[in-house]
């Protein structure tokens, strides 16, 4: 639900900046528009220690993950 108008600006811009530079795109090979595509990797050790981490964005309507 929106409140008034500094939250419904809020909640656009949180949108825009999610389906515009985070969210994966489905078509040119789930590429972000404005970064490249990252490094596979191969390495099953490597793969083991990745931490990802979920972050909720306007109260969890919309979920990002994080690979740190």
Do not use: K
């Not at 825009?16 to 390495?43: K, M, T, W």
């Not at 306007?58 to 990002?64: A, F």
């Amino acid at each position: 639900m929106i409140w008034n108008q500094r939250h419904l600006l809020h909640a656009l811009r949180e949108f825009e900046e999610f389906y515009n530079s985070h969210r994966p795109h489905q078509g040119i090979v789930n590429a972000r528009p404005l970064h490249p595509l990252p490094e596979p990797i191969d390495d099953p050790p490597q793969i083991a220690r990745l931490d990802i981490r979920r972050r909720e964005r306007l109260g969890g309507i919309l979920n990002s993950r994080c690979i740190t």
